[in-house]
């Protein structure tokens, strides 16, 4: 895909989205092919990258409208923030849109990964992040019924389980351990990002641990490639 029609039909597509105003809605797919002279498969290709870089947003059912660019949320991956501080830093404005608090029981991967019989009482928090009227971070975290209550969660909480537990100071959280990777939006993730199923995400799954070596929090985060930059600081050999 890196040859010449290639790039010639990002390039029509970048002149395209660049003259149109935020929200707008592209011409169907099948009508924008056509206009551009390429397959559908090709345009689909053209279209993920934009999408990866924030400049069109896909709507299943809907269509494609071009976004409004917003300043990127930026992290180094050796530190743990929320999306909260992170946008807070350079004034993006964020809020907390769907939200769900479900009491479950541990399963066979969950009492592994938190050390907690099966059958054990757990709290999963699901919520969607947004910016503007955009939704741009889907996070699922799971805690022991002991770590965190829903009753903590009916007043005041506005996304973050972590800037949650480090108000309240207990227990002491020290370090959390993240595989990172690229995946395809599955259909629940896709509804509530408002992308396309298979669209590319950054997924995150972590463990949150506390001053005790015990696992607090069992997390999957979904972001939406456009709106974040990770970047890990590595040292040259042994200095």
Do not use: W
């Amino acid at each position: 895909m890196a040859n010449s029609p290639f790039r010639r039909l990002q390039a029509d597509l970048a002149q395209l989205i660049a003259s149109l105003p935020p929200e707008s809605r592209l011409p169907s797919e099948p009508e924008l092919a056509r206009r551009l002279g390429v397959s559908r498969a090709t345009l689909r290709e053209a279209m993920r990258s934009f999408e990866g870089q924030g400049m069109i947003r896909r709507r299943q059912g809907v269509g494609t409208f071009v976004v409004a660019q917003v300043p990127v949320l930026e992290s180094g991956l050796e530190a743990l923030e929320s999306i909260e501080t992170l946008a807070q830093r350079i004034g993006l404005p964020v809020k907390m849109g769907e939200f769900q608090v479900q009491q479950t029981v541990a399963g066979e991967t969950e009492a592994a990964v938190l050390n907690v019989p099966v059958g054990a009482s757990l709290i999963q928090v699901t919520r969607v992040i947004f910016t503007d009227s955009r939704p741009i971070a889907c996070l699922v975290d799971t805690l022991p019924a002991d770590i965190l209550s829903v009753r903590e969660l009916e007043t005041g909480f506005t996304g973050s389980v972590l800037d949650l537990l480090l108000r309240r100071g207990k227990p002491k959280l020290t370090h959390s351990r993240s595989e990172v990777r690229a995946i395809g939006a599955t259909p629940e993730v896709a509804r509530s990002l408002q992308v396309q199923r298979d669209d590319v995400l950054l997924h995150f799954v972590a463990q949150l641990f506390a001053d005790d070596g015990r696992v607090v929090d069992y997390s999957f985060s979904y972001f939406l490639p456009g709106y974040f930059r990770f970047h890990v600081v590595r040292r040259v050999g042994g200095t």
